[in-house]
C-alpha cells in the first residue's frame, strides 16, 4: 500500500520478491504449480523457445487442463523430440467398411493367398503361377508353387519346380518339385529330379545331375563329373565319359562302359558287358555273366570267368588266367604263367562227352580226352578210383601242328612219348593206358579196361610258341 510504510518499503520488496526469485531474478525452482496457474492462461505465444525447462516446474504442475488445445506446436518442441515423433512409421491406416461375414472373409483370403509375385527389383519377369515367385531378369515361374531366378531361368509344370542361375530350366510337367541350378542345366524328370553343374541333364524321377555335360535319364540315377551318362534305373556314372547304361549298374573312371545288369567298370577304357561283370584297370573286358577282368587288356568272357595281370585270357566256365599273355580256354581251366615262354594249366576233366571246352572222361568207356594248344605240350594224368585207393599217372609230350589257339581244333595232334601207361591191377583185373592224337587238336587216352567210378586231374605245361588270339 503506497505511502503506509514510509521508509522500509524497499526492504519489504526485497523480502517479498526473494521468496519465489534468486539473487539473479531468475525463478527458484517448483515455485509455479497447477494452483498458480488460470486454466488456459499459459499459450505458446507467451512462452520463449526453452525459456521453461523441467527444472523450473514442479512434477505434474501444467496439465492438458492448463494448456489451450492446440497451442504447443512442432516449432516449440526440442529437435530430440521431434525425430521421436516422425521416427513412428505409421503412414496410413485402411478403413474398413460394411459388414464381413465369415464366407466373404474365407473367400477372400483364399482368393488373396493365391498371389503371383513378380518383384520391382527386376525386369521381364513373369510369375503366372499360383504361388510363384520369379525375380531377377528374364526369369519365368508359370508353374504352380514354382520360383524361378537369375538370368532367363524358367520354372514350369505342376507344383514346385526351380530354376535359378543362368538359362535354368525346372520343368515339372511329369511330376513335382524338378530342381535346376547353375548353368544351363535341364531338370525335367518325373518326381525329385535335380540337375546342377554345367549342362547337365536330369531326366529320370529321383536323377541328379552334376558337373559338366552329365546326363542322369534312368529313375533314381545319379552322373557326376565330365560327359558322364546314367541310362537306367539306379544307375550312376562318375568320371569322365563314362557310361551306366543297364539297372544298378556302376561306371567310374574314364571312357568306361557298364552296361549289363549290376555290372560295375572302373578305370580307364574298361567295358563291363555282363550281369554282374566286374571290369578294372585299362581296356579289361568282362563280358561273361559274374565274370572278373582286371589288368591290363584282360578278357574274362566265360561264365564265372576271371582274367588278371597283362593280355591275358579266361574264356570258358569257370576259368581263370593270370599273368602275361596266358589263356584258359578250357572250362574249370586255371591258366597262369607268360604266354610268350610257357604257360601251366590245371584243370579236372569233367563227365561227358569230349568237346573243346574241357577235358572230359566218358563212364562208360574210360576214355579221356584232353583238348591242347597249338604246339608243344607236355601234360601229366591223374586218374583215381572213387574210393582212392587206386590212382593211375600218366604222362605224355605231344605236338599240335595247328599255329594259332584259333586254329588249335583243326590241328593234327602227334604223341612224342607217354609214360604210366604199363598195367595197374584193380581187382583181379589188369588196367593199361593207351595214348594217341587225333586230327580235332585232342590227346585221346583210352583204358584198357573202364575203371570204376573216377576222378581225372591234368596239369598241362604248354610252349607259348604259337600266337596268343582268342580261340574261336
Same mark, same amino acid.
Given at each position: ?130 504361388? =510363384? ?25 505342376? $507344383? ?12 515339372? +510337367? ?30 529320370? =524321377?529321383?536323377?541328379? &545331375? ?21 541310362? =537306367? ?7 569322365? =565319359? ?30 563291363? +558287358?555282363?550281369?554282374? &561283370? ?22 574274362? +568272357? ?54 573243346? &571246352? ?46 594259332? $589257339? ?10 612224342? &612219348? ?55
Amino acid at each position: 500500500t503506497p505511502g503506509s510504510d514510509a521508509g522500509a518499503w524497499g526492504q519489504i520488496l526485497n523480502d517479498y520478491l526473494s521468496t519465489t526469485h534468486k539473487q539473479d531474478g531468475s525463478l527458484k525452482d517448483n515455485v509455479v504449480g497447477t494452483a498458480q496457474l488460470q486454466d488456459n492462461s499459459i499459450s505458446a505465444s507467451q512462452l520463449q523457445d526453452n525459456s521453461v525447462g523441467s527444472s523450473q516446474l514442479q512434477d505434474n504442475a501444467i496439465t492438458t487442463i492448463q494448456l489451450a488445445d492446440d497451442t504447443v506446436t512442432e516449432s516449440n518442441l526440442s529437435p530430440e523430440v521431434v525425430d521421436k515423433l516422425n521416427s513412428a512409421g505409421v503412414s496410413s491406416v485402411a478403413t474398413l467398411t460394411g459388414d464381413i461375414t465369415s464366407p466373404d472373409l474365407v473367400d477372400a483370403l483364399e482368393t488373396d493367398l493365391r498371389l503371383q509375385y513378380a518383384p520391382v527389383a527386376g525386369s521381364n519377369l513373369t510369375a503366372s503361377g499360383e504361388d =510363384s515367385w520369379a525375380e531377377g531378369r528374364g526369369a519365368t515361374a508359370s508353374g504352380n508353387n514354382s520360383h524361378a531366378e537369375g538370368f532367363e531361368t524358367t520354372a514350369s509344370g505342376n $507344383y514346385g519346380a526351380h530354376a535359378e542361375g543362368y538359362r535354368t530350366t525346372a520343368d515339372s +510337367s511329369n511330376g513335382y518339385g524338378a530342381h535346376a541350378e547353375g548353368l544351363q542345366t535341364i531338370s525335367n524328370g518325373g518326381v525329385g529330379s535335380h540337375a546342377e553343374g554345367t549342362l547337365t541333364t536330369a531326366s529320370g =524321377s529321383g536323377s541328379h &545331375a552334376e558337373g559338366n555335360g552329365t546326363i542322369a535319364s534312368g529313375g533314381f540315377s545319379h552322373t557326376e563329373g565330365s560327359g558322364t551318362k546314367a541310362e =537306367s534305373f539306379a544307375t550312376h556314372a562318375e568320371g569322365m =565319359s563314362t557310361t551306366a547304361s543297364d539297372t544298378a549298374s556302376h561306371a567310374e573312371g574314364m571312357q568306361v562302359i557298364a552296361n549289363g545288369t549290376a555290372a560295375h567298370a572302373e578305370g580307364m577304357n574298361t567295358t563291363a +558287358s555282363s550281369v554282374a &561283370a566286374h571290369a578294372e584297370g585299362y581296356q579289361t573286358i568282362a563280358s561273361g555273366p559274374y565274370s572278373h577282368a582286371e589288368g591290363y587288356s584282360t578278357i574274362a +568272357s566265360g561264365t564265372m570267368s576271371h582274367a588278371k595281370g597283362s593280355g591275358t585270357r579266361a574264356l570258358e566256365y569257370i576259368s581263370y588266367a593270370e599273368g602275361s599273355s596266358v589263356t584258359a580256354f578250357r572250362s574249370y581251366e586255371s591258366a597262369r604263367g607268360a604266354g610268350g615262354v610257357v604257360q601251366q594249366a590245371f584243370i579236372p576233366a569233367a563227365s561227358g562227352i569230349a568237346s573243346q &571246352a574241357a577235358p572230359s572222361h566218358v563212364a562208360v568207356s574210360g576214355i579221356i580226352t584232353i583238348p591242347v594248344h597249338g604246339g608243344i605240350t607236355r601234360g601229366k594224368v591223374t586218374v583215381m578210383t572213387e574210393d582212392g585207393t587206386i590212382s593211375w599217372d600218366i604222362t605224355f609230350s605231344a605236338n599240335n601242328n595247328a599255329t594259332t $589257339y584259333a586254329t588249335r581244333a583243326t590241328g593234327t595232334v602227334t604223341i612224342l &612219348a607217354s609214360v604210366g601207361t604199363a598195367s595197374t591191377t584193380y581187382g583181379s583185373s589188369a588196367i593199361t593206358w593207351t595214348v594217341t592224337g587225333n586230327s580235332t587238336g585232342q590227346v585221346i587216352i583210352t583204358p584198357s579196361a573202364a575203371p570204376p567210378a573216377r576222378r581225372v586231374w591234368c596239369e598241362l605245361l604248354q610252349l607259348g610258341s604259337v600266337a596268343q588270339t582268342k580261340p574261336a
